[in-house]
Structures are given as structure tokens and as C-alpha cells.
């Protein structure tokens, strides 16, 4: 049974179009925030010279993914319940992921998927190439970039989710166009 949370909202894009910089806007300005799973991962899995990388196992990776999602999500209805919360990422960001990869999705993980659910509106920034730079967290190529986008476009809106494209504006400038849509 779905029990979407409307004051959860997601925004989601493919790597370095701004997803984190607009989070941390957010919550300067005084709103509740979650950060991205993925770069915490990625961060610990290199420091413990450990294998759920996207470069070395992506299966331990996605899996990694999805559970640090749930757990993170579960950690803000225990703590916050159902304040507005802006979601840096979104469980269906591991689940594309896994599609894109080609790693099976089990039934069980379909239904969870169903069961943490957020607002049907999501918050989707574009590829940015002026903006766009990789790092030690963050390795896909330009090309990967765009495709990402797609994805997750395309992975939202197979779910039932409404996507909502940001313009590629100052941050303040999207936070103000993501508080209009809210507010509507």
C-alpha cells in the first residue's frame, strides 16, 4: 500500500548539474535538507579500500545505495516526521542506477519502492555542461552525464512521479522557481 509523503520532495538529475549546491541553498535558508547517499558511499567505500565502487562492483554499489536510501529515509520520519524535507537524490535515483547497469530488480525491492514514496512532483535539473566537472567521487563522462538524465527522467515518471525540469539558473534563482511549484 503507497503512503506517499507530500512534504518530501525529491531533486534528482544526472552528476554535477547542481543537485547539491541547490540542496545546501535550501537548507541556508532554513529548510530541512538530505544529503546524497551516493558521494558518502563512495567516500567510505574508498577510505576502507572496499569494493562497492561503480568502477569495481556496482552490484554491492546499487545495494549499498538503496539500503543507505531507506535507512536514511526512515531516520527522517523518525526524527522530523512530515516537515518539508528536500531530498538531495531519491530512492528511485538507486533503482535507475540499477536499470542502467543492468542489475536485476527483485519484486521485494518494487513493493519498498512503493512503500517510501515522496511528493509526485520531482525536482529535475538538467545537464549543465558549463557547470559540469568530475572528481574522485564523480567519474562519468559528459555523454554519461546526459544519459543519466534521461534515466532518471524516464525512471520517475515509469513510477507515477510528475517531473518537473529546474532552468539552469543562480542557485537562488532555482530555489525560488522550486518554492512557486510548491506553493501552487
Not at 39 to 50: A, C, F, G, L
Amino acid at each position: 500500500m503507497e503512503n506517499r509523503k507530500d512534504n518530501f520532495y525529491i531533486i534528482t538529475g544526472g552528476p554535477g548539474v547542481g543537485k547539491t549546491t541547490l540542496i545546501t541553498g535550501l537548507h541556508h535558508g532554513g529548510f530541512e535538507t538530505v544529503e546524497e547517499e551516493a558521494r558518502k558511499i563512495i567516500k567510505n567505500q574508498i577510505e576502507t579500500k572496499s569494493e562497492g565502487l561503480p568502477w569495481k562492483n556496482k552490484k554491492l554499489y546499487a545495494s549499498l545505495m538503496l539500503e543507505a536510501s531507506l535507512k536514511s529515509y526512515d531516520k527522517i520520519i523518525a526524527e522530523r516526521g512530515l516537515n518539508l524535507t528536500f531530498f538531495d537524490r531519491g530512492i528511485l535515483d538507486s533503482i535507475c542506477y540499477m536499470k542502467m547497469e543492468k542489475i536485476p530488480i527483485s519484486e521485494k525491492v518494487i513493493e519498498l519502492i512503493k512503500l517510501y514514496s515522496f511528493n509526485k512532483n520531482v525536482f529535475i535539473l538538467p545537464p549543465w555542461k558549463e557547470i559540469y566537472e568530475t572528481d574522485n567521487e564523480r567519474k562519468q563522462n559528459w555523454n554519461e552525464a546526459e544519459s543519466t538524465y534521461q534515466k532518471m527522467n524516464e525512471t520517475y515518471q515509469e513510477f507515477g512521479y510528475h517531473t518537473i525540469e529546474v532552468p539552469k539558473l543562480t542557485t537562488q534563482e532555482r530555489i525560488k522557481f522550486i518554492l512557486q511549484h510548491i506553493s501552487q
